[in-house]
Every structure is written in structure tokens, then in C-alpha cells.
């Protein structure tokens, strides 16, 4: 009978899981000069600090993607390899890598400016107390982040410039109305919850609702089509009689709104190309579900951190937060990318600083 073999596989932790060593540089006295010569560190030793690139990204990782406090990091450190690391020396881990990646971050914000679509959401953020705001911009392939102490149009133009080329997507907030663009989507699916809470008022609303409700459920799903098949013919077919039938029921339910629905149904008569301009231009999409997806990592960290202590501290959040969420879309190990940007500060005549501009872009 042959030999039978079967194989299993496990993973597992070794012991201890972090690895301590020592270097030993030599010096050497040049022949001629006498000039004295110290061998080279590895780029993955940074100076003279005692935690290495590797674990250093790894801790920035842990921090500002799994929401874990210094407190908890420490606990991890010595679990994982009985070593004793000090909350200022953590601190300082995550301000050198914010710090690491700034120019980085700053071209990815060049960049953002020139692109032909992009989607922006914002969300409140405390700092020592005081309400302050988290932006973001994305599209395909990258996610900016923007700490910010307004809400204004100032943010937006610091983020895209006074005017942007390109195709903008967000809500309906007062400070994108206006702005300067090449076109603009509103988002869909705000639209869809300001017309159920309209469906809950008195009077003729929740018929009104329903209608709007059911031309807007039909507009997703037609364009959930088209990306499955990509059939332009058809679907423009169908877009152009969608308009008109839009257009027939604001005209018929108008007369008849209360306040609240007929804000909603004026806006979408005097804005119509900015609710509907998916319909023409299918690539780009009806909602701000990527720019909203990418906020929660930021809503989630200011709910287990409470916000930052300085303004300084909430921008190394969004320089951080940049790379995080840009290497993640990108399908790209964000460990490798914090590693090597700060190898790349330290050795700038060895390693070369990582970009975060898509590939396509470059």
C-alpha cells in the first residue's frame, strides 16, 4: 500500500513575537586621511531609536486604524515581547510618521485638484473640547483627508481649489451650492431620506413620498444595471423618459406640498441637472456612498478617542488617515507603506519615499 500524506497548515503566533537585536558597527580610519568610518545601520533601524520601522508602522497601524490607545499598545508590547515602551516615545511614533508622510499627503492634494471626479463629505471633530471638522475628498483609487476648523467654503477651496474641473459629488449643505465646477451629482440617496421623513408628516405627504420614493428606488436600480452591463443605448433610453416622468410629478404634486416637501420639490425643479446628471453621465455616480464609507474610519476614532488635544495632533490624525485609507482602496499594505516612508525619511540617499498617487494617475 503507498504511502498516504496529508498536509494541514496553521498559523501561529512564535514566542517571543518580537524580535530584539543588537547591532555591533565597527570603525574603520581611512588609510590616507585617518579620517574615522562607522559602519552602516540597515535602513529599517531609524537613528538611534530603539523600535524599528517595522514595528514603528505597525503601532501607527494599530493606533489610527484599529483605534487602539497607547495604554492598550503598551499592554501589547509586552505581551508580544516582553518589552517596556513609554506612552511619550508612543506619541512621538505616531508624530514621526505623521511627519514622514506630509509631503506625501501634500502631493496626493495636488493631484486630487486636477482630477476629473471627485466626492466630498465632512464630519465634526473635537478638539480640547471645541467642535471642529474633519474633511474628505475621494474618488477611484485615493482618499484625502483635511483637518479643518470650519465648515466653509474655505475648506472646500483649500481642499479643491477655488474652482474645480471636474465632476463634484456630495450632499445638498449650503456651502456646495455655488461652488464653481464643471458639473455636479448631488447625492441620491440624501434625497431619499429627506423624502421618508416627509412621508411621515400630516396631509397629502405620505402619497407624495411614495411617489418620489419609487422614481428614485427606480433610478439606483437602473444604474445598478447599466454597471452590470454597461449598455449605454438602453440605458439613455430609458433616462430620457425618467426625466419627464420627474418632471410631470413635480409639476403635480408642487401646488399641492406642505413646507417641508415643497422645499424638496422646488430644489429638485431648479436644480435638475444637479440631482439627475448621472442620467447623462452614468460613470459617475448617483450618491456619496464612497466619501460617507471613508468618513466612518475618522467617526469611529473620534468616538473611541474622544478627538485630538491640539490642532497640530488632528492634522497628523488626517495626514495618517490619508495614507490608511488611500493604500487600503489601492489594495496595498499600509504597514509596508508607513515602513517605508520612514526608512525613506531617515535614509533619503537609500530608500526612496513611497507615492500615494494611483498608478493610472502617475
Known amino acids: 500500500m503507498p504511502r498516504q500524506i496529508r498536509r494541514h497548515e496553521v ?11 543588537e547591532y555591533e558597527q ?7 586621511c585617518g579620517q ?3 559602519g552602516e545601520l540597515p535602513p529599517e533601524v531609524l537613528g538611534s531609536q530603539s523600535l524599528g520601522a517595522g514595528l514603528q508602522s505597525l503601532l501607527v497601524w494599530l493606533g489610527n486604524y484599529a483605534h487602539m490607545s497607547y495604554e492598550k499598545q503598551q499592554e501589547l508590547l509586552e505581551e508580544l515581547g516582553q518589552i517596556t515602551v513609554g506612552v511619550g516615545t508612543l506619541q512621538a511614533t505616531n508624530e514621526r510618521a505623521s511627519q514622514s508622510v506630509e509631503q506625501t499627503v501634500e502631493k496626493l492634494g495636488d493631484w486630487v485638484k486636477q482630477q476629473g471626479y471627485a466626492q466630498v463629505d465632512e464630519t465634526p471633530w473635537l478638539v480640547k473640547g471645541v467642535k471642529e471638522w474633519m474633511w474628505v475628498v475621494c474618488g477611484v483609487g485615493f482618499c484625502l483627508f483635511h483637518a479643518a ?28 451650492n455655488g461652488y464653481e465646477v464643471k458639473a455636479q451629482q448631488k447625492c441620491l440617496a440624501h434625497l431619499r431620506r429627506h423624502f421618508k421623513k416627509v412621508g411621515k408628516l400630516k396631509q397629502n405627504n405620505p402619497e407624495l413620498a411614495k411617489e418620489f420614493l419609487d422614481l428614485i428606488d427606480t433610478a439606483f436600480e437602473k444604474h445598478r444595471q447599466w454597471r452590470e452591463t454597461e449598455d449605454g443605448a438602453a440605458y ?31 430644489s429638485l425643479r431648479d436644480k435638475t441637472e444637479q440631482w439627475w446628471y448621472f442620467l ?29 488635544r491640539s490642532m497640530a495632533g488632528f492634522a497628523q490624525t ?45
Not at 498559523?11 to 537585536?21: F, G, H, K, N, S
Not at 433610453?237 to 406640498?257: D, G, N, Y
Not at 517605508?340 to 533619503?348: K, R
Open 36 to 38: 574615522p568610518t562607522w
Open 149 to 176: 476648523d470650519t465648515r466653509s467654503r474655505a475648506e472646500l477651496e483649500t481642499l479643491l481649489g477655488r474652482s474645480f474641473e471636474g465632476t463634484l459629488v456630495s450632499d445638498d449643505f449650503s456651502v456646495y
Open 318 to 362: 488626517a495626514r495618517l488617515l490619508s495614507v490608511i485609507q488611500t493604500c487600503r482602496t489601492q489594495g496595498r499594505s499600509v504597514l509596508s507603506f508607513l515602513k517605508q516612508a520612514l526608512m525613506a525619511t531617515a535614509s533619503p540617499e537609500r530608500v526612496s519615499m513611497p507615492s500615494l498617487i494611483p498608478e493610472s494617475g502617475t
Open 26 to 32: 565597527q570603525c574603520c580610519s581611512c588609510s590616507r
Open 280 to 308: 447623462s453621465h452614468p460613470e459617475i455616480p448617483p450618491d456619496n456612498n464612497r466619501a460617507e464609507r471613508s468618513l466612518r474610519l475618522a467617526v469611529t476614532k473620534r468616538k473611541v478617542s474622544g478627538g485630538s
Open 11 to 21: 498559523a501561529e503566533l512564535i514566542q517571543p513575537a518580537i524580535e530584539v537585536v
Open 236 to 266: 439613455h433610453e430609458w433616462a430620457a423618459e425618467f426625466i419627464s416622468q420627474v418632471q410631470r410629478a413635480v409639476e403635480l404634486w408642487l401646488p399641492l406640498a406642505g413646507h417641508d416637501a415643497g422645499l424638496l420639490l422646488r
